[in-house]
């Protein structure tokens, strides 16, 4: 996996279709992962989401177009996408300041934002820890939502988190108490993203089922894999998951000898007496042998 020319692959991509269909599955494939690893990593690394940075793109050619007299408002904002002036408008004003017709003009400040490219950097300064397991098939019972895959964010999510633990009493997830929703000291409070027909992506919010199913929570099976298990928190040198979660897709997995079967998506998880530490798994893993 050539994450870095994947990457470039995609701007160039991008660059060519921008006044036409763009395919988050086509750059997706151009890297060699999912729509939503693409996502991730390409916002982490440019700094801004994939549509984001669509959209700016597709707005500075449009002011080039303006400027340049290229065609009527009408006609630019049909050929970058936007079903009207009134949204191409909108959309303009907001990013560059001044509306459509004004471009026009001389004298008039206009934004750019040019093509990213990526360039390879010496990374490695810090230690990447992480231990295998396999672990048999096991439930999670929690809330579940569906979720853009496109939007390779977990902020999203932060209100299906919130809704979790309010509905929760704290002795199902404070690991004490009979009918607690742990077992075992490791798959805890977890986040658990998996993929359905038609490409939509729905996530699991919750914890390991033990026959606790507060009302209004679904139960979701995670299949049995080998999973490689990374503690994101300050003592590896990367506090951020997004951060994280590239470095263990561009650098851990590249060089570990190891491949993933795209049909099990990742699981964030949140042990109880760990402070601030997150366990980021990566699963099903073998050795391509």
């Given at each position: 996996?050539?994450?870095l020319?994947?990457?470039?692959?995609?701007?160039?991509?991008?660059?060519?279709?921008?006044?036409?269909?763009?395919?988050?599955?086509?750059?997706?494939r151009?890297v060699?992962?999912s729509?939503y690893?693409?996502?991730?990593?390409?916002?982490?690394?440019a700094?801004?989401?994939v549509?984001?940075?669509?959209r700016?793109?597709?707005?500075?050619?449009?002011?080039?177009?303006?400027?340049?007299?290229?065609?009527k408002v009408?006609?630019?904002?049909?050929?970058?996408?936007?079903?009207?002036?009134?949204?191409?408008?909108?959309a303009?004003?907001?990013?560059?300041?001044?509306?459509?017709?004004?471009?026009?003009?001389?004298?008039?400040?206009?934004?750019?934002?040019?093509?990213?490219?990526?360039?390879?950097?010496?990374?490695?300064?810090?230690?990447m820890?992480?231990?295998?397991?396999?672990?048999?098939?096991?439930?999670?019972?929690?809330l579940?939502?569906?979720?853009?895959?496109e939007c390779?964010s977990?902020?999203?999510?932060t209100?299906l988190?919130r809704?979790f633990m309010d509905?929760?009493?704290?002795?199902?997830y404070?690991?004490?108490?009979?009918?607690?929703?742990?077992?075992?000291p490791?798959?805890?409070v977890?986040?658990?993203?998996f993929h359905?027909e038609g490409?939509?992506?729905?996530?699991?919010?919750?914890?390991?089922?033990r026959g606790?199913?507060?009302?209004?929570?679904a139960?979701?099976?995670?299949?049995?894999?080998?999973?490689?298990v990374?503690?994101?928190?300050?003592?590896?040198?990367y506090?951020?998951v997004?951060?994280?979660?590239?470095?263990i897709?561009?650098?851990?997995?590249?060089?570990?000898?190891?491949?993933?079967?795209?049909?099990?998506?990742?699981?964030?998880?949140?042990?109880?007496g760990d402070?601030?530490?997150?366990?980021?798994?990566?699963?099903?893993?073998?050795s391509?042998?």
């Amino acid at each position: 996996m050539d994450w870095l020319s994947g990457l470039n692959q995609a701007v160039e991509y991008m660059e060519k279709n921008l006044s036409g269909a763009i395919r988050y599955e086509d750059m997706a494939r151009m890297v060699g992962c999912s729509v939503y690893e693409f996502s991730r990593v390409f916002s982490f690394v440019a700094g801004v989401p994939v549509s984001e940075y669509i959209r700016r793109r597709r707005l500075t050619q449009a002011a080039f177009d303006l400027r340049q007299g290229k065609g009527k408002v009408i006609d630019i904002a049909l050929k970058y996408g936007y079903d009207s002036p009134s949204a191409f408008a909108r959309a303009f004003k907001e990013l560059q300041g001044a509306a459509p017709s004004a471009a026009r003009r001389e004298g008039v400040l206009l934004k750019t934002y040019p093509p990213v490219s990526f360039l390879l950097t010496i990374r490695g300064e810090h230690a990447m820890e992480f231990r295998i397991e396999k672990r048999e098939a096991f439930q999670i019972v929690g809330l579940s939502g569906w979720e853009d895959p496109e939007c390779g964010s977990d902020d999203a999510l932060t209100p299906l988190w919130r809704e979790f633990m309010d509905r929760c009493n704290p002795r199902l997830y404070n690991g004490g108490g009979g009918d607690s929703l742990y077992t075992g000291p490791f798959w805890q409070v977890a986040a658990y993203r998996f993929h359905t027909e038609g490409g939509r992506m729905r996530t699991i919010i919750g914890a390991q089922y033990r026959g606790v199913r507060p009302e209004g929570m679904a139960v979701e099976e995670v299949p049995a894999a080998t999973w490689a298990v990374f503690p994101i928190a300050s003592p590896t040198g990367y506090p951020h998951v997004p951060k994280a979660y590239t470095r263990i897709l561009t650098e851990w997995l590249p060089q570990s000898g190891w491949r993933r079967d795209e049909a099990v998506p990742h699981l964030q998880s949140f042990p109880p007496g760990d402070g601030p530490v997150r366990k980021l798994c990566v699963g099903n893993l073998d050795s391509g042998g």
